[in-house]
T-cell receptor
Framework: DQQVKQNSPSLSVQEGRISILNCDYT??????FLWYKKYPAEGPTFLISISSIKDKNEDGRFTVFLNKSAKHLSLHIVPSQPGDSAVYFCAASDGYQFYFGTGTSLTVIP | DARVTQTPRHKVTEMGQEVTMRCQPILGHNTVFWYRQTMMQGLELLAYFRNRAPLDDSGMPKDRFSAEMPDATLATLKIQPSEPRDSAVYFC???????????????FGPGTRLTVL
C-alpha cells in the first residue's frame, strides 16, 4: 500500500516555464518531506526538504509547498532548464523511516 | 568529494544463483539503508542499519534476502537463491542519524542493476 503517491509518471515543460510536480500522502504522522532528483544510471540526490511546521521552503529555482490539510506537497521549478530533465521522487518521513513515491519523469524541452 | 559506492554496478545471473551486492557508506555516516527500485513500487525500503546494528529489515523477503554490516565501511545485501522477480535496481544510501529517528538526508549510491534470468 503506497503511502506516498506521485500520480503523474511523466511531465513535459518548455524551457523557461514553470514545472510543477505533485505528491500526495496518506499518513498524517509524516512530519518531514523531501524531494530527490535522479539522473539515469545514478542514485537519487537530495534536492530540497520541508518540515511539517512550514508550508513553504525555497532554494533558488526550487520551491516546495506543503498543504497538510490536503496531505499534498508540490515542487515548483522556475524557470525550468533542460538540465532539470530527470526523475523526481518525493519522500516522507514519520521519524522512523522514509517512504518514497514512484517518481515523476520531467522533460524540459529546449 | 565523499560519496556512497556500490559494487557491482551491473549483475546478470541465472535463477537460483547467489547474488551479493556491496556498499561502502560515506565515512562517518552511521546509518545505512538498502532500497529496491521497481517501476510499480518506486523505492522500497528493504533494510536499514544504525551503528552497524539492524534496525528494520521488515521490507526484505526473509527466506532469501539477508543484509549485514561486517564493519562500518561495508554493508552487504545477499540474495540466495535469486529469482527473476528480484530483477531491479538496488540502492544503498547512508546518512547521519541519532536516537531512534531516521536521518534527515540520505545520500544514495549509484545502484546495482540486477537481472536474474
Amino acid at each position: 500500500d503506497q503511502q506516498v503517491k506521485q500520480n503523474s509518471p511523466s511531465l513535459s515543460v518548455q524551457e523557461g516555464r514553470i514545472s510543477i510536480l505533485n505528491c500526495d500522502y496518506t499518513n498524517s504522522m509524516f512530519d518531514y518531506f523531501l524531494w530527490y532528483k535522479k539522473y539515469p544510471a545514478e542514485g537519487p540526490t537530495f534536492l530540497i526538504s520541508i518540515s511539517s511546521i512550514k508550508d513553504k521552503n525555497e532554494d533558488g529555482r526550487f520551491t516546495v509547498f506543503l498543504n497538510k490539510s490536503a496531505k499534498h506537497l508540490s515542487l515548483h521549478i522556475v524557470p525550468s532548464q533542460p538540465g532539470d530533465s530527470a526523475v523526481y521522487f518525493c519522500a516522507a518521513s514519520d521519524g522512523y523511516q522514509f517512504y518514497f513515491g514512484t517518481g515523476t519523469s520531467l522533460t524540459v524541452i529546449p | 568529494d565523499a560519496r556512497v559506492t556500490q559494487t557491482p554496478r551491473h549483475k546478470v545471473t541465472e535463477m537460483g544463483q547467489e547474488v551479493t551486492m556491496r556498499c561502502q557508506p560515506i565515512l562517518g555516516h552511521n546509518t545505512v539503508f538498502w532500497y529496491r527500485q521497481t517501476m510499480m513500487q518506486g523505492l522500497e525500503l528493504l533494510a536499514y542499519f544504525r551503528n552497524r546494528a539492524p534496525l528494520d529489515d521488515s521490507g526484505m523477503p526473509k527466506d532469501r534476502f539477508s543484509a549485514e554490516m561486517p564493519d562500518a565501511t561495508l554493508a552487504t545485501l545477499k540474495i540466495q537463491p535469486s529469482e527473476p522477480r528480484d530483477s531491479a535496481v538496488y540502492f544503498c544510501a547512508s546518512g547521519l542519524g541519532s536516537g531512534i529517528t531516521s536521518t534527515d538526508t540520505q545520500y544514495f549510491g549509484p545502484g546495482t542493476r540486477l537481472t536474474v534470468l
